[in-house]
């Protein structure tokens, strides 16, 4: 199993409050991803790091930010939570390897969630 | 625009029985092609994945699933269902760019 934790795993907070969560990985990969997982919409992506300081924002990116200070930490910020971002939210890494045809074939391994529950 | 399709949002099988998961995909650009299971409260763990190399891959746990180009469909399957096997599964694709889009998932139930 790739060396991926998240913290904490589950939380409940209140409507208006900051929330951090943290993804840390022992792998060294380049690439971390935040998604958000719902019922009837799969893993949607928020935001992703190409490297320290490199981020990138997803298909679902409003009312979220993110830092990368270390390769090992990746950290999602709702800076003020609503109850829209009660979700599952899955952290994954992946190490850039071209394809035959110069493609990337990057294969994303994933950390074991956060349970995010907004009152 | 990359987007993936799965059929069937439930699946349900008899234990012994074929296990066929539906996924088509919609890519500008000659995709790669993933399979993910995820059992409760856990994260999602590769099945298998194809970069082009051979059409047919054979995955963990004794799934395998084809690549179709003409028919933009990447079908998993088990020839025989175990218990074990209950879990939500989902199709992705990437394209250059390290970008994954996923499926909506299926859920597979095992009936005893």
């Known amino acids: 199993d790739a060396g991926i934790t998240q913290s904490p795993r589950h939380k409940v907070t209140e409507t208006g409050t900051p929330v951090t969560l943290r993804c840390h990985q022992t792998e060294n990969h380049r690439y971390m991803y935040w998604y958000r997982q719902d019922p009837g919409h799969g893993l949607r992506l928020i935001h992703y790091?190409?490297?320290?300081?490199?981020?990138d924002k997803g298909e679902v990116s409003d009312g979220y930010s993110v830092s990368r200070s270390k390769t090992e930490d990746f950290l999602l910020t709702l800076e003020s939570a609503t109850s829209s971002q009660t979700s599952v939210y899955f952290c994954?890494?992946?190490?850039?390897?071209?394809?035959?045809?110069?493609?990337?074939?990057?294969?994303?391994?994933f950390g074991p969630g956060t349970r995010l529950t907004v009152l | 625009a990359q987007s993936v399709t799965q059929l069937g949002s439930h699946v349900s099988v008899s234990e012994g029985a074929l296990v066929l998961l539906r996924c088509n995909y919609s890519?500008?650009?000659?995709?790669?092609l993933f399979w993910y299971v995820q059992y409760p409260n856990q994260g999602l763990q590769l099945l298998l994945k194809?970069?082009?190399?051979?059409?047919l891959v054979k995955g963990i746990n004794g799934f395998e699933a084809e690549f179709k180009k003409s028919e933009t469909s990447f079908h998993l399957t088990k020839p025989s269902a175990h218990m074990s096997d209950a879990a939500e599964y989902f199709c992705?694709?990437?394209?250059?760019?390290?970008?994954?889009?996923f499926g909506t998932g299926t859920s597979l139930t095992v009936i005893p």
């Open positions: 994954a890494i992946s190490e850039p390897q071209m394809g035959e045809d110069s493609g990337s074939t990057d294969t994303q391994y």
């Open positions: 992705a694709v990437s394209v250059i760019g390290n970008q994954f889009y």
């Open positions: 890519s500008s650009v000659p995709p790669y």
């Open positions: 194809y970069t082009s190399a051979a059409t």
């Open positions: 790091s190409y490297g320290v300081k490199d981020t």
